[in-house]
């Protein structure tokens, strides 16, 4: 089984970045303590440049030769976790244009979602959003939970959690639970897929 973990922030030196380092090094454990064959892949995806979609892909090489490793990547993933800040109250608008680009490749597939905030209180708005906005033409399916990392700056500095810390803790506590949902939630469909393929084709934009 694949994850491909991918961090959005818009920021090469980001904290939204920093989670996902630590996202994986939680599935990389996971994998050896349960001795089950699980790889993840952690994706930043502003090192990969994509520019802003103007839907010339297909007469485009260059930007064919950009999308398609990623591409390639995300179509043999069984799940996703999609790491975003909040950033003027909105998802990573980089986030929303790599959905832009997205085929059948996220199809059927499910997802975790991630949002990260300096703020005590804020980063529930990127979550409602994806969840509304980013699901009818990939055909993604958001796990029922999600994790809000909140005051991101003071945890997960660590790959094991600050005892010291209630926050640091809980964090890892919700993450750690919601990836064995996803992971649970990866195996099972991933079995539906194989058993009884979907037809992509009839409503490829959703209803
Ligand atoms: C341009 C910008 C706008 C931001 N807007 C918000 C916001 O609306 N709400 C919020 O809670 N945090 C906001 N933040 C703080 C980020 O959520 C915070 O820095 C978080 O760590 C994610 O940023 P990073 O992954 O780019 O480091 C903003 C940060 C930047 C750089």
Redesign the pocket.
């Known amino acids: 089984m694949k994850i491909t973990i991918i961090s959005s922030?818009?920021?090469r030196e980001?904290?939204?970045?920093k989670i996902g380092k630590t996202i994986k090094v939680l599935l990389d454990r996971k994998a050896i303590s349960e001795n089950i064959p699980l790889e993840s892949v952690h994706v930043d995806l502003v090192s990969y440049g994509l520019p802003f979609f103007d839907d010339t892909i297909e007469d485009t090489p260059e930007l064919q030769s950009l999308w398609k490793p990623l591409s390639e990547h995300l179509a043999t993933s069984d799940g996703f976790v999609f790491i975003t800040?909040?950033?003027?109250?909105t998802a990573s608008p980089m986030l929303k244009n790599f959905f832009m680009y997205v085929d059948t490749e996220l199809a059927h597939k499910p997802a975790l979602l991630v949002s990260?905030?300096?703020?005590a209180t804020?980063?529930a708005y990127p979550i409602a959003e994806l969840r509304s906005g980013s699901y009818k033409n990939t055909h993604i399916i958001y796990i029922p939970h999600h994790v809000i990392v909140r005051n991101?700056?003071t945890v997960c500095n660590s790959d094991i959690p600050n005892q010291e810390s209630k926050e640091d803790v809980s964090i890892h506590g919700k993450i750690t639970h919601s990836l064995d949902e996803l992971i649970t939630y990866a195996t099972y469909l991933s079995q539906m897929r194989a058993e009884k393929p979907f037809d992509l084709e009839k409503f490829p934009y959703g209803m």
């Open positions: 922030s818009m920021r980001s904290q939204t970045n800040p909040e950033w003027n109250g990260t905030t300096a703020n804020n980063g991101v700056n």
